[in-house]
Nanobody, 128 residues
Framework: QVQLVESGGGLVQAGGSLRLSCAAS????????MGWFRQAPGKEREPVAA????????TYVGSVEGRFTISRDNAKNTVYLQMNNLRPEDTAVYYC?????????????????????WGQGTLVTVSS
């Protein structure tokens, strides 16, 4: 059974930085693309960033482009989300997600396709 465990959330002032981590277990991590999603209070969950199996292909939602960086360490079975220049509107629960098939790429993940596994979420709060 695939398990995803996020960590790294917290309270930060606007303009600050946080790095989220998602540790995966239960299958060969390096075969699969991964993604980060977020859900703000009263809003639907939205994709934030996705990365292919090797880390060589990434994609972002426009609102975080240039501020967030997704990366992965396949030796540690971990995907990261480095978040810089945080804004109050980035406040949300952030979720790590994994697809059911190695065929899924970053664009599939951003389109909510093939997603099967989710972490429990980690709360990021950005104060103004």
């Amino acid at each position: 059974q695939v398990q995803l465990v996020e960590s790294g959330g917290g309270l930060v002032q606007a303009g600050g930085s946080l790095r989220l981590s998602c540790a995966a277990s239960g299958r060969t991590f390096s075969h699969y693309a991964m993604g980060w999603f977020r859900q703000a209070p009263g809003k639907e969950r939205e994709p934030v960033a996705a990365i292919n199996w090797s880390g060589g292909d990434t994609t972002y939602v426009g609102s975080v482009e240039g501020r967030f960086t997704i990366s992965r360490d396949n030796a540690k079975n971990t995907v990261y989300l480095q978040m810089n220049n945080l804004r109050p509107e980035d406040t949300a629960v952030y979720y790590c997600a994994a697809p059911s098939t190695p065929v899924a790429g970053p664009n599939d993940i951003m389109g909510n396709l093939y997603l099967e596994f989710w972490g429990q979420g980690t709360l990021v709060t950005v104060s103004s």
